[in-house]
Nanobody, 131 residues
């Protein structure tokens, strides 16, 4: 059974940094992409970043490009989201998710940013950025 467990959230001030972790277990993830999404109160869950486990190729939402970095540690089966220069607008519950990669029938960014294509989700971790 696939399990994704996020950690690392917390309360920080604007301009500070946090690193989120997502520990994955239950299967081999070499044929998967891992994504980070976030959901603020009253808003839809939105794409933040994704990484293809095998190649390490990364994809980012425009709102976080240049500030956030997604990475993975194959040995630890863990995906990270390094968040720098945090803003109050980054306040949300952050979720880790896993999508099995198949034939690319659309641009990769469109596939990886589509939350409906992710079969597995973690429980989420709260990130709060004060001004």
């Amino acid at each position: 059974q696939v399990q994704l467990v996020e950690s690392g959230g917390g309360l920080v001030q604007a301009g500070e940094s946090l690193r989120l972790s997502c520990s994955a277990s239950g299967r081999t993830f070499s044929n998967y992409a891992m994504g980070w999404f976030r959901q603020a109160p009253g808003k839809e869950r939105e794409f933040v970043a994704a990484i293809k486990w095998s190649s390490g190729s990364t994809y980012y939402a425009d709102s976080v490009k240049g500030r956030f970095t997604i990475s993975r540690d194959n040995g630890k089966n863990t995906v990270y989201l390094q968040m720098n220069t945090l803003k109050p607008d980054d306040t949300a519950v952050y979720y880790c998710a896993a999508q099995r990669m198949g034939m690319a029938i659309a641009p990769m960014f469109d596939l990886l940013s589509n939350r409906a294509l992710y079969a597995y989700w973690g429980q989420g971790t709260q990130v709060t950025v004060s001004s």
